[in-house]
C-alpha cells in the first residue's frame, strides 16, 4: 500500500496552474512536503475557482494545463521521490452547455447515447417527466417579454440561450425552425428537412447518433454559403420575434424551462445538496463508472497518480459497491481516502476497501481537544439568556432540518413518497387508511430525524445495529408525532419487519427505496446543519465547524487516547486534516477561539463592554429592534477577534490582509446562509443592509472599541499560536497522515470559501525557508528565541511545520505502522499536559502539548513565556530508551524513569523527542 506520509493541498484555477505548481516544486520539497494533494484537475465549467463543476472527467481542464505538463510535473516528482493524490468527483458533474454528455441527452432525450448517465427519469424510475431547466429569473412568459430567452445558431446546432446558459433543441425542432422565414426554402435546405423526417423513423441510439451528427456537419456546411446564412438568419430573427412561437419551441424539449424557486417544490433529476447547476451522475451504472474513471485509470496505471480522494460519497447510490470497483479498478497499491463527515461517535464502516476518511474527524478531535469543557455551563448560559431562548440544541438541530426540507427540498421528499408507492412496499387497503399527506410526512420525519449523514446497509435485512438505529429513530417520531403511527407503521414494516421473511422481490425493491431516502438524508443534514444551523446557533463558533458540531463541547485526554488507538488500529493512513477548502474557519482562527473557553469570565465580561460601546452604532429595525439583533451581533464579535490578523512588533496589523473588505463579505454569505432574516422567498435586505452599516462603523477604528479590543485580541492571539503549534505537532504526530492546505504552514487565519482560496504568498514563504535553512546550523536555542519573539509574523509554525515534514520522511514506516501510546502525567500542573509515545520496534518518539494554557498563564499570573512548570513530568513506559534527541533543539538527555515537562518545553511550549539508543 502506497503512503503518502505527508500531503499538501493544492487549489488549481485559472490563477493557479500547472506551471505555478511547477515552480513551486523546489520549494515544496525542501519544505518536506512528500505528496502533493490536487484539487479536481479534470475540464470545468469556465473560471471555476474549485474544480468541482466538472464537465469532461477525462480531459486536463485547459485553464489550468496541458496533459504534456502534468506529465512533465510528474517526471519531477518522481526525480524529487514525490507523488500525487487526486481529488476526484464521482458524484456530480456541472449542468453546463460545455458538459457534452449532458447536452447530448437534453438534445436526443432517450436515444442519446449517454441517458443512462445522469439521474434522471431517463435512467431511474425515481424520477418523472422532463429534466427541469431551473434557469429562468422569472416565470417564461416574463422573459420572453423581456427578450431573457432566445434562440440563436453556434457552430452547428441551435441553441436557446437564458441567464448565460445554452440548451440545446431537440432535432425534431429543427424542423419547425427551418420552416419559419417567409423566404422559399433553397434546395439544400429542403434536403435538410427531408432528413430530419427521416431521423424520426430511428430508434437505436447508436445509428440515431450518427444520422444526427451527419445532419449537424451538413448544416454547418451549409452555413458557408450567404444564402444560407441568411436564410438561418431571417429564421432567427423569426422565432424569437414571435414569443408564442419560442415558447412553443421551448415547451417541447427533453427539459421544461423553469425558475429557482419551482425547483424548491419540484425535481426532476438529483442535485448536489440544493445547488441545480450540479446535476449527479448515475454512478450505480457500469458503462457510467467505467467512462467517469477511464483518464484516471490512465493516470493511476501510468503512476501519474498514486492515490483519489473521493469528493462525497454519500451521494452515491451505493457507496460500498462503489469503492469495492473503484478498488479493482485501481489495484490494491492505490491510496484512496473519502471524503466522510462523521458524526460523534460514529464509526466509518471497516469493510470499505479505503485507507479512511480525508480527516474532518481527526480535526474535530483535536479541535474538542483544545477546548476546555468546563466553560461550556457559562458559554451556554450566557448565549440562551443573551437570545432569550434555551432550546436545547437537538431540538435546534431538528428544526433547521425540517425548516429545509420544507423550504427547499419538497420536491426530494415528493419523489420518494412516490416511488415507495411505484414500488408497491404496501399492500391497497393499508394506503387507504392513511390520512391525506400522512406517508409523505412520515418519509419527511425520518429524513429528519437520522442522525448521521446517511447509513450504508445494502442488503436486507439491515445490520442489527443499523436496523436498531431506525427502530430507534421511528421510536422518536412516534413520541414527538403520534398522528403519524399508521404511516410508521408501514415504513417499519416495508424495511424492517417484511424483510425478515425472506422475500426477496419485496427485499429487492425495499432496498432501492432504502438506499433512495438515504442519498437524500446526507444533503438534508449537510443544508439544514452544515449550512445554516452552524450560521445560526452562535454560542461558540469555534466547534461550528465541517465535521464537529456546536452540540460537543471538548474532550477529555482519556477518550482523546482512546480515539487515537483506535485510528492506529483501523486508520493509519487516514488523513489528519486542519484545514481543507471547506472548513469554515482556518485552523489558527479556530485554535486562538479555543483560548476563550480557557478564560470564559474575561471573555462573557468584555463581550459585554463591546455591546455596550457599540451600542450607538446598531442600526433601527424595521420592527422596532435594533441591527444587528443580539445573536448576529455576538458571531460578528467572536469572527472579529478569531480571525482578526496577527499584530506586528508595533502592534499595529498589516494593511495588505486586506481584512475588512474580506470579513465584510464573510458577513455577507454568513448571513445567507443562515436563512434567519428572510420573508418567504425574499431575503430582509434592509437587516442585510443594517449589518453591513453597523460593520463597516465597527471596522473604522475609531470611538473606545478599538484600543479594548486591540488590547485583548493581542493576548487571545499570543495564547492562540500556543494552541495552534500544539495543533500542528498533534496533526503529524498521531495516527494518521498529516496534510497542509495551501499556505497553511504559516498563520491560516481564513474565513470560510471563497476567503480559504485566497491567493497565498509563496514568494514571502521561499524567503523564509531560505533564511531559515541558511542558519539551521546555527545555535538552535538562539534560533528558536528569535522565531517565539517574532512568533507574530507565522515563521515559528513555518519552522515546526519544516522540521516535522522531515522528521515524517526521515521515519515514515515508525508514523505508518506505529504503536500509539499513550503517557500518564505526573505533578502540579499534571492536568495540564498531554503525551504520548509512538513506537515501532526500539524506536521510539515522545510527544507532548500543553491543555489550556491561557488558564494556566492566569493562574501563575505569567505570560506565555515564563511560565513554571515545576515538578510536573511525563512518566515512561518501564521499557522506554534512557538517551533522547530534542527534535526542536537538538540538545541531548538522559532518563530512566520520567521526563520533566519543564526542560521539554525548553525550545518552544510543545515538545518532541526522538531516541537515539
Not at 14 to 27: A, G, H, N, S, V
Not at 216 to 242: F, P, S
Not at 690 to 713: C, M
Request: one cysteine or more; hydrophobic letters at 40%; charged letters at 25%.
Amino acid at each position: 500500500m502506497f503512503n503518502p506520509i505527508a500531503t499538501y493541498r493544492i487549489q488549481f484555477h485559472k490563477d493557479f496552474t500547472f506551471q505555478q505548481l511547477d515552480t513551486l516544486l523546489p520549494y515544496l520539497q525542501k519544505l518536506g512536503v512528500s505528496t502533493i494533494y490536487a484539487s479536481p484537475i479534470f475540464a470545468a465549467v469556465p473560471d471555476s475557482v474549485h474544480g468541482y463543476d466538472g464537465i469532461d472527467p477525462n480531459r486536463i481542464n485547459p485553464e489550468i494545463g496541458t496533459e504534456d505538463e502534468l506529465q512533465a510535473i510528474n517526471h519531477q516528482l518522481q526525480l524529487a521521490n514525490m507523488s500525487w493524490l487526486q481529488d476526484i468527483v464521482p458524484n456530480h458533474m456541472a449542468y453546463y452547455f460545455t458538459n457534452q454528455w449532458l447536452m447530448d441527452v437534453l438534445e436526443k432525450g432517450p436515444l442519446s447515447r449517454f441517458a443512462s448517465f445522469f439521474d434522471t427519469s431517463l435512467s431511474s424510475s425515481f424520477f418523472h417527466g422532463r429534466i427541469l431547466a431551473p434557469f429562468l429569473a422569472e416565470p417564461i412568459d416574463e422573459a420572453l417579454a423581456k427578450g431573457n430567452l432566445v434562440l440563436h445558431y453556434d457552430q452547428t446546432r441551435f441553441l436557446l440561450d437564458v441567464s448565460g446558459n445554452r440548451l440545446p433543441l431537440k432535432p425534431d425542432s429543427y424542423a419547425t425552425i427551418l420552416q419559419t422565414s417567409a423566404a422559399e426554402p433553397s434546395g439544400a435546405i429542403q434536403q435538410l428537412l427531408i432528413q430530419l423526417d427521416q431521423l424520426r423513423h430511428l430508434d437505436e441510439p447508436e445509428a440515431y447518433g450518427i444520422e444526427w451528427a451527419e445532419f449537424r456537419l451538413q448544416l454547418a456546411a451549409l452555413m458557408h454559403t450567404d444564402l444560407t446564412e441568411t436564410y438561418i438568419e431571417d429564421c432567427l430573427n423569426v422565432v424569437n420575434q414571435n414569443p408564442a412561437l419560442l415558447h412553443r419551441l421551448a415547451d417541447e424539449q427533453h427539459y421544461r424551462f423553469c425558475t429557482e424557486i419551482e425547483t424548491r417544490q419540484e425535481m426532476t433529476y438529483r442535485r448536489f445538496f440544493t445547488i441545480n447547476g450540479l446535476i449527479c451522475l448515475n454512478m450505480d451504472d457500469e458503462t457510467v463508472f467505467q467512462q467517469l474513471h477511464h483518464l484516471t485509470k490512465r493516470f493511476i496505471d501510468n503512476g501519474v497518480f498514486q492515490g483519489l480522494r473521493i469528493d462525497h460519497i454519500d451521494g452515491l447510490f451505493d457507496p460500498k459497491r462503489y469503492l469495492d470497483r473503484l478498488r479493482e479498478l485501481t489495484r490494491d497499491e492505490t491510496f484512496i481516502v473519502v471524503e466522510k463527515i462523521l458524526q460523534d461517535k460514529e464509526a466509518l464502516p471497516t469493510d470499505w476497501p479505503v485507507q479512511g476518511t480525508s480527516g474532518y474527524d481527526f480535526l474535530a478531535l483535536v479541535n474538542n481537544l483544545l477546548t476546555n469543557s468546563q466553560a461550556e455551563p457559562a458559554f451556554r448560559n450566557f448565549y440562551h439568556k443573551l437570545i432569550g431562548s434555551d432550546t436545547p440544541l437537538p431540538e435546534r438541530i431538528r428544526d433547521r432540518k425540517a425548516y429545509f426540507l420544507a423550504q427547499y427540498m419538497g420536491g426530494e421528499l415528493n419523489n420518494l413518497y412516490h416511488y415507495f408507492l411505484d414500488l408497491n412496499l404496501t399492500d391497497e387497503t393499508a394506503l387507504t387508511e392513511l390520512t391525506a399527506g400522512e406517508l409523505k410526512l412520515a418519509i419527511g420525519e425520518l429524513l429528519i430525524e437520522c442522525p448521521v449523514y446517511r447509513y450504508y446497509g445494502n442488503q436486507l435485512p439491515l445490520p442489527a445495529d443499523e436496523s436498531d438505529s431506525l427502530r430507534q429513530m421511528l421510536k422518536v417520531i412516534r413520541e414527538t408525532k403520534p398522528e403519524l403511527e399508521s404511516a410508521l407503521a408501514l415504513l417499519e414494516k416495508a424495511l424492517l419487519t417484511k424483510p425478515m421473511e425472506s422475500d426477496t422481490d419485496h427485499d429487492h425493491r425495499a432496498l432501492r427505496f432504502y438506499h433512495r431516502l438515504m442519498q437524500f438524508s446526507g444533503p438534508l443534514m449537510a443544508k439544514g446543519v452544515e449550512d445554516t444551523l452552524l450560521y445560526t446557533y452562535n454560542c461558540f463558533i469555534g466547534h461550528n465547524e465541517v465535521g464537529d458540531s456546536p452540540e460537543r463541547f471538548g474532550l477529555s485526554v482519556e477518550s482523546f487516547h482512546e480515539a487515537m488507538q483506535h485510528r492506529q488500529a483501523h486508520w493509519p493512513l487516514a488523513q489528519n486534516a486542519t484545514a481543507t477548502h471547506d472548513t469554515k474557519r482556518g485552523e489558527d482562527v479556530r485554535a486562538r477561539l479555543n483560548v476563550l473557553t480557557d478564560l470564559p469570565d474575561e471573555w462573557l465580561a468584555e463581550v459585554q463592554h463591546w455591546q455596550q460601546l457599540n451600542a450607538s452604532l446598531k442600526q433601527p429595525g424595521d420592527d422596532q429592534k435594533h441591527v444587528p439583533d443580539a445573536n448576529d451581533e455576538y458571531l460578528i464579535y467572536q469572527n472579529l477577534l478569531g480571525a482578526y490578523p496577527m499584530p506586528n512588533e508595533d502592534g499595529q496589523v498589516d494593511d495588505e490582509d486586506d481584512f475588512p473588505n474580506r470579513f465584510r463579505l464573510y458577513l455577507e454569505k454568513a448571513l445567507q446562509e443562515a436563512k434567519r432574516h428572510t420573508t418567504g422567498w425574499v431575503v430582509d435586505d434592509s437587516y442585510h443592509e443594517g449589518v453591513k452599516v453597523f460593520t463597516n462603523r465597527l471596522l473604522e477604528r475609531s470611538g473606545a472599541f478599538w484600543p479594548r479590543f486591540e488590547s485583548f485580541h493581542r493576548q487571545i492571539a499570543d495564547f492562540g499560536i500556543v494552541n495552534s503549534l500544539a495543533q500542528v505537532l498533534l496533526k503529524f504526530t498521531c495516527p494518521g497522515v498529516p496534510d497542509v492546505y495551501q499556505g497553511a504552514e504559516s498563520w491560516d487565519l481564513s474565513l470560510v470559501d471563497p476567503d480559504n482560496r485566497r491567493p497565498v504568498d509563496f514568494d514571502r514563504r521561499q524567503t523564509w525557508l531560505t533564511d531559515l535553512l541558511s542558519v539551521q546550523e546555527s545555535a538552535s536555542e538562539t534560533r528558536w528565541a528569535t522565531l517565539w519573539q517574532h512568533r507574530f509574523d507565522g515563521r515559528v509554525k513555518f519552522w515546526l511545520t519544516y522540521l516535522l515534514l522531515h522528521e515524517r520522511q526521515s521515519s515514515p514506516t515508525l508514523f505508518a505502522e506505529g504503536e500509539y501510546v499513550p503517557l500518564l502525567i505526573d505533578g502540579t500542573y499534571r492536568d495540564y499536559v498531554l503525551a504520548f509515545a509512538r513506537r515501532l520496534g526500539n524506536q521510539w518518539y515522545i510527544v507532548a502539548i500543553p491543555l489550556h494554557f491561557a488558564q494556566l498563564c492566569r493562574q501563575q499570573k505569567q505570560d506565555t513565556q515564563r511560565i513554571d512548570w515545576q515538578d510536573t513530568s511525563i512518566r515512561l513506559p518501564i521499557d522506554a530508551p534512557t538517551q533522547w534527541f530534542n527534535c526542536l533543539d537538538g540538545t541531548l538527555s538522559s532518563t530512566t524513569e520520567r521526563m520533566l515537562v519543564q526542560a521539554m518545553f525548553k525550545a518552544l511550549p510543545v515538545g518532541i523527542l526522538r531516541n537515539t539508543d
